[in-house]
C-alpha cells in the first residue's frame, strides 16, 4: 500500500506511475500538483525557452496536436469564444478592423478564400492554393488599373 507525505492512501488519489512496482506515483494528485507548481515556479524560464524551442523545431507535431485538441473540444471553444465576444465587444471590432483592413491590403489567403467562397459559393477545402493565387494576381491588376485612372 502507498502512502504519501501527507499521511493519504486510497491508492485512487494517486497519479498512475508505470516506472515504480505498484505503478502508483510517491505522491498523491494533490502534493504532487504543488510539488510540480513549485518546480514550475523556480524553473519557469528554461521551461518556457524548451517549449517555444520544441514548437520552432517541430511545427508539424503542434499543428497535429492543436488540431487534435480543437476538434475534441470543439463545442467549449465556441461556447468559449462567443462569451468573449460578448465580453468584450470593443476588443473584438478593434481586433477585427485591424486585421480585416490588413487581410485586404495585403491580399492574404484568408481575404482571397472569403471572397471566393462568398462569389463562387465554394467550401474552403475545395478552394486550392493555385485559385488563391490566380485571384490575387487579378485583384493586384484591378487595382494597378484603377491607380492608373485615378492618376489620369
Known amino acids: ?15 498512475k506511475r508505470m516506472a515504480s ?28 525557452a524548451r517549449a517555444q524551442k520544441f514548437r520552432n523545431e517541430h511545427p508539424d507535431k503542434v499543428k497535429k496536436s492543436k488540431d487534435k485538441y480543437n476538434k475534441a473540444n470543439r463545442k467549449i ?23 480585416d483592413n490588413r487581410d485586404i491590403i495585403e491580399l ?4 482571397i478564400k472569403q471572397i471566393l467562397r462568398s462569389t463562387l459559393k465554394l467550401s474552403s477545402s475545395k478552394i486550392s492554393q493555385d485559385f488563391i493565387d490566380l485571384k490575387r494576381t487579378q485583384i493586384q491588376l484591378k487595382r494597378a488599373i484603377q491607380n492608373e485612372k485615378s492618376k489620369n
Not at 28 to 42: F, P, S, V
Not at 78 to 89: E, Y
Open 108 to 111: 492574404k489567403d484568408r481575404y
Open 77 to 99: 471553444l465556441l461556447q468559449r469564444t462567443k462569451q468573449f465576444k460578448k465580453d468584450n465587444p470593443e476588443k473584438v471590432k478593434k481586433t477585427q478592423h485591424n486585421c
Open 1 to 15: 500500500m502507498r502512502t504519501c507525505n501527507c499521511g493519504e492512501t486510497d491508492s485512487t488519489k494517486f497519479r
Open 21 to 48: 512496482k505498484d505503478k502508483l506515483d510517491y505522491l498523491c494528485k494533490i502534493c504532487a500538483r504543488k510539488y510540480d507548481r513549485i518546480k514550475y515556479h523556480n524553473n519557469r524560464d528554461k521551461l518556457i
